[in-house]
């Protein structure tokens, strides 16, 4: 069973509202990832994080996500304004060592923007 | 574009049979390949991964084979089971500490009992 924890599970939001999302990745994990999902089970890598600092983002996530991982908090992941695009299931996973090599996943938040 | 293709898109075969899942990939850069199973609405888990230093990695009834110089793997599943339905991610990581997973399109497998 998955240690990564994400809530909320579900989330729905209309268009133009703020959706934010939060992951408590596994005790000891420096690094955390966050990747979309959607409906053709394509993943988007969307941006990781070792310790506090952001070591890779996508341009979509500068402009219209945003993202921390402050120490002693669950991390999060905040869309600014929604747009019905952004329904998917957005994973956060975590990982042992900074090359990635193996992700724990978390069980997601599935985001529907109506 | 896409720097991990993954084939067929979905595969049924019967319990019992051999399935076999195809993956190729662009950058030759990329040198560890983990393979992650995902159930309905739950999230991916690794299944097993090889590095390009191996040709073959075994793990039970699932075993990688890897062709560096094609830049193709497939995963095999021997002996299927209904519990292996699932969908089957290929994935590809130039390691370092930026490093990050780039994943396939997935292979949708169901076994018919």
């Known amino acids: 069973n998955s240690k990564v924890i994400q809530t909320p599970r579900y989330l729905v939001k209309g268009q133009g509202q703020k959706a934010k999302m939060r992951c408590i990745p596994e005790?000891?994990?420096?690094?955390v990832f966050w990747y979309q999902q959607n409906k053709n089970n394509e993943f988007k890598f969307l941006i990781n994080f070792q310790n506090q600092e952001v070591l890779q983002q996508i341009d979509m996530t500068e402009k219209r996500f945003s993202a921390e991982c402050p120490s002693n908090s669950p991390c999060s992941l905040e869309i600014q304004s929604s747009e019905a695009g952004d329904s998917a299931l957005y994973l956060c996973?975590?990982?042992?060592?900074?090359?990635?090599?193996?992700?724990?996943f978390g069980s997601g938040t599935r985001l529907t923007v109506l | 574009q896409q720097q991990v293709r993954q084939s067929p898109q979905s595969l049924t075969v019967w319990e019992g049979e051999t399935a076999i899942l195809n993956c190729s990939y662009e950058?030759?850069?990329?040198?560890?390949f983990p393979w992650y199973w995902q159930f309905p609405r739950e999230s991916p888990a690794l299944l097993i991964a090889i590095r390009p230093v191996s040709n073959k990695k075994e793990d039970g009834r699932f075993t990688i084979f890897f062709n560096k110089r094609e830049k193709k793997l497939s995963l095999h599943i021997t002996d299927s089971q209904p519990g292996d339905s699932a969908t089957y991610f290929c994935?590809?990581?130039?390691?370092?500490?930026?490093?990050?997973?780039?994943f396939g399109e997935g292979t949708q497998v169901t076994v018919i009992s």
């Open positions: 950058d030759s850069t990329f040198d560890y």
């Open positions: 994935a590809a990581n130039t390691g370092g500490l930026s490093g990050k997973l780039t």
């Open positions: 005790k000891g994990h420096p690094v």
């Open positions: 996973a975590s990982s042992l060592e900074g090359s990635a090599e193996t992700l724990y």
